[in-house]
């Protein structure tokens, strides 16, 4: 987690008991019974994951559409009367 948000985390949660903190407040389908704190370290991993799958699809968008620019360059030129 980098250091903004664990900061502001801390800030969040400064005034919750650590009996709340530790407490199972969620239960996940295949992990079962989670922590608030096991929660957000669950979210976090989780939502890393799909930034990594968004940012190699727009990847792979950006590819495409250089290569269908590159592919169809002449026939728009022609067109243009290049």
Do not use: N, W
């Not at 019974?33 to 929660?39: A, E, H, I, N, P």
């Not at 976090?44 to 699809?57: G, M, P, S, T």
Request: proline letters at 4%.
């Amino acid at each position: 987690m980098a250091g903004k948000e664990k900061k502001q985390l801390k800030l969040r949660f400064a005034g919750y008991p650590d009996a709340l903190l530790d407490r199972a407040c969620y239960r996940h389908p295949y992990a079962g019974r989670l922590s608030l704190d096991q929660c957000l370290i669950t979210l976090q991993e989780h939502l890393r994951h799909h930034a990594k799958q968004v940012a190699r699809i727009q990847e792979r968008s950006r590819a495409v559409s250089t290569g269908m620019r590159q592919m169809f360059s002449p026939f728009t030129e022609a067109a243009r009367g290049s």
